[in-house]
């Protein structure tokens, strides 16, 4: 059993989850909670490093789990999994995890932009609604957050295992989506959204909550601005909540 928060592979644990170059670096990531556990042993992906408490461990289907692992699990004190965990209540299972590189469709048919999108809870929320929708990929500009930030693994809830996910410069960006009807979505102009054809090859640009989209996205919509139809008094919807609606309404489009 570890027991001590010096250890190399703990300390190593505590700054890939501040540290966003580190992270990058060495192309890993960490994810807690026994969900997480159950999509790689699903998935058949190899994590790095695990660790476990005993407590957690006093249940049969989590030992189960572990024991599916090609990955040798290691038994930590509760205190070490305190210092390792992001959470105020350490859920008992913690993963070292490599990035995924999962390959885009060629070609794509449908595919979302996010553009200063700076809150890891609101890009957590939103790479869930885009894994749950069935889309191609995510493409996140320059300035979003980190989405291996703890806060964004932990609101993605294995989407970083299912979904393409790719930080890209706007050049990339547009040669990726150069072949798609580009829509930028805007909180009050616009194209109301159950009347754009999404059964199109389509892109669809969220931009920040409190900039609006950037000169770069604003640029690449070659379809056009769409909306979502509100009452008057009612100032904007959260942004990954906008999000889902738009998706879901290219999924119920696809799929009619």
């Not at 890939?16 to 990058?24: E, V």
């Not at 070659?222 to 999000?243: C, D, F």
Request: neutral net charge; glycine residues 6%.
């Amino acid at each position: 059993m570890i027991t001590s928060v010096t250890n190399a592979k703990v300390k190593q644990v505590r700054r890939l989850q501040t540290d966003k170059r580190l992270r990058l670096r060495e192309q890993l990531f960490v994810a807690e909670g026994t969900r997480w556990l159950q999509e790689i042993v699903r998935l058949l992906v190899t994590p790095d490093l695990v660790f476990y408490t005993e407590q957690w461990a006093e249940t049969a289907v989590h030992t189960q789990l572990l024991h599916q692992l090609p990955t040798m699990p290691q038994l930590v004190s509760e205190p070490v999994m305190a210092a390792m965990s992001d959470t105020t209540t350490p859920p008992g299972i913690l993963l070292v995890l490599p990035f995924q590189t999962l390959s885009i469709p060629t070609p794509s048919s449908f595919v979302l932009i996010l553009d200063g999108v700076t809150n890891p809870g609101n890009l957590g929320t939103m790479l869930r609604t885009a894994a749950a929708a069935g889309i191609d990929a995510v493409l996140l500009g320059p300035n979003c957050v980190d989405p291996y930030n703890p806060k964004v693994v932990r609101g993605g809830m294995g989407a970083h295992l299912r979904l393409p996910l790719l930080s890209l410069s706007w050049a990339e960006i547009a040669a990726q989506v150069a072949h798609m009807h580009v829509w930028l979505a805007d909180v009050a102009e616009g194209v109301g959204y159950t009347a754009v054809d999404w059964r199109q090859p389509s892109a669809l640009i969220i931009g920040s909550e409190a900039r609006g989209a950037g000169v770069e996205a604003i640029a690449l919509a070659n379809a056009g601005l769409v909306t979502i139809p509100m009452r008057a008094e009612t100032e904007s919807l959260n942004a990954a909540m906008a999000t889902g609606i738009l998706l879901f309404e290219a999924v119920r489009q696809r799929t009619c």
